[in-house]
């Protein structure tokens, strides 16, 4: 077990599968050396979720924004309601954002429309923004190569799917690149994401749970939900591929996530 204090970089904790014990869950994350927890969101009334999260719970943090899939949803004033939640106290990024080609609930066009706003508000604001890439990464790439022409480009690929030639575009882009629980899958058609986190330089890693997702692999057929306090499972399996210790992970993704987020020394 680590010593070092831990940053889950995406953690869903809005959703209901946490209704019945939240609070609880926060509870054992910060047992477990779970100092910060940056909430995502998945739509207008999310963001306002996470953002109530953020300023209750100290730290926690929220990023707002409409998750790809989600935008086909969204009501023709939700926008504005992003745009005015940003300079709310407790967000630091804009996301979940992105493109998805794996599920068919928003047209395509209608998805590269909301990332090209959420690109460009993140560029204007000087925030990070927080990916979501799910098999569509030929069409993503274009759209951030175009914002990083346009200027600095701040943010992390979330729950990383690709391999190390996708890592290595995004890295050169300016992006960080966080694992879940995806990475401790033990499928064959898994290693390129291995290969990927073999390769990630260490200042530019990041660890996540995106809970209550993707369980690691250990806890798969006993938990049916990710919860933070489970990050250094997956951060175990990072420390196994790039050789290092665990107490190295916990200290450079916790620093890069400090610094991408501007959590400050106590998160």
Not at 26 to 41: K, L, S
Not at 153 to 182: N, P, Q, T, W
Not at 235 to 261: C, I, K, P, S
Request: proline share 5%; glycine share 6%; net charge negative.
């Amino acid at each position: 077990m680590s010593t070092s204090p831990w940053v889950d970089t995406h953690a869903h904790l809005d959703a209901e599968e946490f209704d019945a014990d939240r609070d609880a869950v926060i509870a054992r994350a910060r047992r477990a050396g779970v100092t910060a927890i940056v909430c995502p969101a998945i739509s207008a009334d999310s963001s306002q979720s996470v953002l109530r999260l953020a300023q209750t719970h100290q730290g926690l943090y929220a990023a707002v924004g409409i998750q790809p899939n989600y935008c086909a949803q969204a009501a023709p004033d939700d926008w504005d309601r992003i745009v005015a939640m940003v300079s709310e106290p407790g967000v630091v990024a804009l996301g979940e954002t992105g493109l998805d080609r794996y599920w068919d609930y928003t047209p395509f066009d209608v998805q590269q429309d909301y990332f090209d706003r959420h690109l460009r508000l993140a560029q204007a604001r000087d925030l990070p923004v927080i990916i979501h890439c799910r098999e569509a990464s030929a069409d993503l790439l274009p759209m951030l190569r175009e914002a990083a022409a346009r200027g600095p480009l701040r943010g992390v690929l979330h729950s990383f799917s690709g391999d190390r030639a996708m890592a290595d575009e995004c890295l050169a882009l300016g992006l960080a690149i966080s694992f879940s629980g995806a990475v401790t899958y033990t499928n064959k058609k898994f290693e390129p994401l291995r290969e990927a986190a073999r390769a990630v330089p260490s200042d530019r890693l990041l660890v996540e749970t995106d809970s209550p997702y993707l369980v690691p692999q250990a806890l798969r057929g006993k938990e049916k939900r990710n919860e933070p306090a489970h990050v250094a499972l997956t951060a175990q399996r990072l420390a196994e591929l790039r050789g290092v210790t665990l107490d190295e992970v916990a200290f450079e993704t916790a620093a890069n996530a400090r610094r991408l987020f501007r959590l400050g020394a106590g998160a």
